[in-house]
């Protein structure tokens, strides 16, 4: 547990103190707890609590993938390299391991003991094998031998056949063994890996199903027939596990001629990165574990015994495979504005006036249609776009490929290096290069993150841009599950901003001064620096001043010392920063006028959203970017303002203020590293954000 920073006494406090500053990891380990709480919280409809359960479990695997690892290699290589909280790559793991260890067997307990014994009083039941009936058995016998035999390919470990490489993130058994085999070997010990083709839930059919929803693991299958796999050998157990590895790539960025081959040859080692994390069933025994550790070149606190599949993220369908909507959020259809319904030329309604979209409460639809538009319209002449995670079967990838084919020039700027999605985007690329459209990788180095589309377009009084800026990706399905906003506008300074951004990405050149819109990684740092000590300055003389910001992550040293420096001169500062945070609130004398919270709800918030009081005349940005060094330093990205003061009034209404309200949803940041989940006080009625959001703009379905 990170300690209560100490009392300051009259010295003033060096901003470099340690003590000041969370831990990235723990505090991602942090919003993991309280993904989790939404797991256990009866309140929260039982198919959603299951998925809540899922979404720790997909958590926690990138967070040991990519995070573990990193620190793994740092170790191994005696790294002396800490954050702002001085805390060394062991001390770091350590601590992580005690956190994961907790976090994991409150996962394994809710499952067991609250998630699945509700499922089961509601007729959704996973079946173990001595729950089968006679009936139930003989199915499950034919479907094994016809269906999951032919599959598998057990292998007995001798001399000859050394232990296999085991995937990343794989299902598989160790069984051991006793007597001797055909050939006279008794080395009694073999692995069996579960094929990836094969489902991890199966549904009993109808016809032997004692319930509407009864489903059995394959997992279930396997240890009821594992004994068919070693025909004539006595068979001593079966135990599930599961090998969390490295998924980081390495691309050399100095030697690299060819962003695109170098990349498919480091996906082909993904599967095979250095192990981090064991997965074993509980009941698997001490010795067969320290075997398994041992092949794996794992220390003690790299395992975890699971109480139940050592995959939890399996049952993430399972909400999708039942047809009971009482037991999941209430279905909504987001608005469409209704000044862009019926319209037949939005470029029109551009020319007049900026539009705002606030997704998932308002549709995603415009989006589509501005780019299907501008496809199909002759007098478009040209489409840039950039492309971080799309999605492989997107209507917004069609339009730019339909415009392509009719000879428009398209211009796509596709970032191979978006984590777990490059095999998509290098698919994504070849496809539109296919149709006749220019792709390039961005920048080396540096990832395209920004997200924009510039339509030119042939008017009647000579050729304009139109865009549109988003804080979220162009992905169909995440705009349904993600909050972010969407602004398009033909504003000539707006529009020229992104076009100068197009060409650094697409050309040579040394960056242009812009009018409006703050990229990174040349100016959203100093910017947004600039903006705090305004407020510092107007704070000072007397003037309205507030800085307000919702943003995914806020880590960056050099931000945070700017908000404590805010906050020491007294600055009123709200921050609402849904995962990792470093900055902690409340330290008398450094941040005593801050106040952290997070928002968890139906939707994953997703926003960017900067304001700054101004003097009483406030500034609105929406952004792409988070406050992370990543995002600062080495990340294209666009800060771009709300210029339509009704616009602006909704942003901070919207993304700010209803957020600040919240007593139902939000949790509230200690100066210790811990979060409280705000309760409604006595007599005020509760208050959702997002549920506001919705009554607001979405209609619901009965």
């Avoid at 998630?115 to 009936?135: Q, Y």
């Avoid at 997992?219 to 599930?240: N, R, W």
């Avoid at 070149?297 to 699971?306: M, Q």
Wanted: with cysteine.
């Amino acid at each position: 547990m990170d300690d209560v920073p100490r009392g300051l006494g009259e010295l003033e406090p060096s901003l470099d103190d340690p003590s000041f500053y969370l831990n990235r990891e723990l505090s991602q380990l942090e919003f993991v707890r309280r993904v989790l709480a939404l797991a256990k919280d009866t309140a929260v409809p039982l198919l959603e609590r299951l998925r809540y359960l899922c979404i720790t479990s997909a958590v926690l695997d990138e967070f040991f993938e990519i995070r573990v690892a990193g620190l793994k290699q740092r170790e191994l290589h005696h790294s002396v390299h800490s954050g702002p909280d001085n805390l060394s790559p062991t001390q770091t793991l350590e601590r992580i391991h005690q956190k994961a260890h907790n976090l994991v067997d409150s996962q394994y307990q809710s499952l067991n003991h609250d998630i699945l014994p509700a499922l089961a009083e509601e007729g959704i039941r996973f079946l173990r094998r001595d729950e089968w009936d006679k009936t139930q058995k003989e199915f499950v016998d034919q479907l094994f031998h016809n269906e999951i035999l032919p599959l598998l390919s057990p292998l007995g470990l001798d001399p000859s056949h050394p232990f296999p490489r085991v995937q990343n993130k794989s299902l598989n058994f160790i069984v051991p063994l006793e007597g001797p085999d055909a050939f006279g070997r008794d080395h009694g010990i073999a692995v069996v890996q579960a094929p990836r083709a094969l489902p991890r839930i199966i549904p009993f059919p109808a016809e032997v199903a004692g319930g509407p929803y009864d489903y059995m693991f394959l997992t279930s299958i396997i240890h009821a027939h594992v004994g068919d796999l070693f025909p004539g050998m006595e068979v001593k157990g079966c135990y599930q596990f599961r090998l969390t590895r490295n998924s980081d790539l390495f691309v050399d960025e100095e030697e690299v001629d060819d962003l695109l081959h170098a990349l498919e040859g480091e996906l082909r080692s993904r599967h095979f990165g250095d192990a981090v994390r064991l997965e074993v069933a509980e009941n698997c025994p001490d010795t067969i574990t320290s075997y398994l550790q041992h092949q794996f070149g794992l220390k003690p606190d790299d395992i975890y015994k699971v109480d139940g599949p050592v995959n939890l993220h399996r049952l993430m369908s399972v909400p999708d495979l039942v047809a009971r909507p009482d037991l999941k959020f209430r279905a909504f259809t987001p608005e469409v504005p209704e000044e862009i319904l019926g319209i037949h030329d939005i470029f029109d309604l551009l020319r007049k006036k900026d539009l705002l979209f606030h997704h998932p409460f308002q549709s995603f639809a415009p989006v589509v249609e501005f780019l299907k538009k501008a496809a199909e319209d002759p007098n478009v002449l040209a489409i840039k776009m950039t492309l971080y995670r799309t999605g492989s079967d997107s209507a917004l990838i069609d339009a730019l490929e339909t415009a392509a084919l009719a000879g428009k020039e398209v211009t796509v700027v596709i970032e191979l290096m978006a984590r777990f999605d490059e095999r998509a985007n290098i698919d994504l690329a070849t496809r539109l290069q296919d149709a006749g459209a220019y792709v390039a990788y961005g920048v080396v180095g540096y990832k395209t993150h920004a997200k924009m589309a510039l339509v030119l377009r042939r008017d009647s009084d000579g050729l304009r841009n139109y865009v549109h800026l988003g804080t979220g990706n162009y992905h169909q399905r995440t705009a349904r599950l993600y909050t972010d906003f969407g602004l398009m506008t033909s504003d000539p300074s707006m529009t020229e901003d992104v076009r100068r951004l197009f060409l650094l990405l697409t050309g040579l050149g040394t960056p242009q001064k812009m009018e409006r819109i703050v990229p990174a990684p040349f100016d959203l740092q100093k910017g947004l620096l600039a903006w705090i000590e305004t407020e510092i300055k107007n704070h000072e003389a007397g003037l309205p001043a507030r800085i307000q910001a919702k943003m995914n992550s806020l880590t960056d040293p050099k931000m945070i010392k700017a908000l404590y420096k805010a906050s020491q001169a007294g600055v009123p500062i709200d921050l609402i920063v849904r995962g990792t945070c470093r900055l902690k609130p409340g330290i008398p004398g450094v941040s005593e006028t801050i106040q952290v919270r997070s928002i968890l709800g139906r939707f994953l918030e997703h926003t960017r959203a900067f304001v700054f009081e101004n003097g009483g005349e406030p500034l609105v940005f929406l952004s792409s970017a988070d406050w992370m060094e990543r995002n600062l330093y080495r990340r294209v990205e666009t800060c771009f303002p709300v210029l339509d003061p009704k616009l602006k009034a909704r942003v901070r209404a919207e993304a700010i203020d209803c957020y600040l309200k919240d007593n139902l949803w939000a949790w509230v940041l200690g100066p210790d590293g811990h979060y409280e989940r705000i309760q409604p006080e006595k007599g005020s009625p509760p208050l959702s954000a997002q549920e506001s959001l919705l009554a607001r703009f979405g209609a619901e379905k009965p």
